[in-house]
């Protein structure tokens, strides 16, 4: 069955569109605020997400910048919120669609029947990187040295990477080319209310750069962009 996330701090809202997504079949798991979501996001990948914004704590745009990136779960904004602004940064973070309350719960469904109709190629790319003198397989959680001939020796040669590790380098890999702040990575590896502690980071990326770049202290793949962010360049 489809898995669809609510997230409101609204308890009357979050029960009519459990009880209206339930009747229809779906699969509904609910979130009061934005850290739970992305927890529960996290631990139970959803099919899909319809996420209010005025949320306490962590805003719902933040909620978005979160999750796009390591997902690209499909994101319907429904929010009491409808000036122009609004609508556009939700948008610009990476919301697939926008529903302003009140609303018809006949269109809602349509829109969450339109985002889940898109095809799996939009799905954020995964599989493997080749970083200096190794090929990292991100599904099997392997980094091993690589042949000349780009093959991997059969046995041994690998590269022990610390979960956190994976988890840093899974976020960029799935970012070729593309920067990635910091305070993304931050809140995706650690959770909110780590968003700067920077120093983190540093030291994170200095390790795995002494793991697979030829030259640490000048990195080919790994990229600190100063002020900004890190980018993964293949």
Not at 15 to 26: G, H, S
Not at 117 to 144: F, K, M, N, Q, W
Request: with cysteine; hydrophobic share 40%; net charge neutral.
């Amino acid at each position: 069955m489809t898995r669809v996330l609510i997230v409101d701090d609204e308890p009357q809202m979050l029960r009519a569109l459990q009880i209206n997504l339930e009747a229809r079949q779906y699969t509904v798991a609910t979130a009061a605020d934005g850290t739970r979501a992305l927890d529960e996001a996290a631990r139970t990948p959803p099919d899909a997400i319809i996420l209010d914004l005025g949320l306490p704590g962590l805003d719902g745009v933040d909620v978005i910048r979160a999750l796009r990136v390591w997902s690209q779960v499909p994101v319907i904004v429904l929010s009491g919120r409808s000036d122009a602004g609004e609508k556009i940064a939700a948008l610009d973070a990476g919301a697939d669609d926008y529903v302003t309350k009140p609303f018809s719960m006949n269109e809602l469904l349509a829109r969450l029947r339109a985002v889940l109709r898109r095809p799996a190629t939009e799905d954020l790319p995964g599989g493997s990187a080749v970083i200096g003198d190794h090929t990292v397989d991100l599904a099997r959680c392997t980094a091993r040295l690589t042949h000349d001939d780009g093959t991997a020796p059969p046995e041994g040669a690998a590269i022990r990477l610390t979960p956190t590790e994976w988890r840093i380098l899974t976020v960029l890999i799935q970012h070729p080319g593309r920067l990635v702040t910091g305070q993304q990575i931050l809140l995706h590896v650690w959770g909110p209310g780590h968003e700067r502690k920077t120093n983190y980071l540093r030291v994170y990326l200095a390790g795995i750069r002494r793991k697979l770049e030829r030259d640490p202290a000048h990195p080919r793949h790994l990229i600190t962009e100063p002020g900004m962010g890190y980018r993964f360049e293949p």
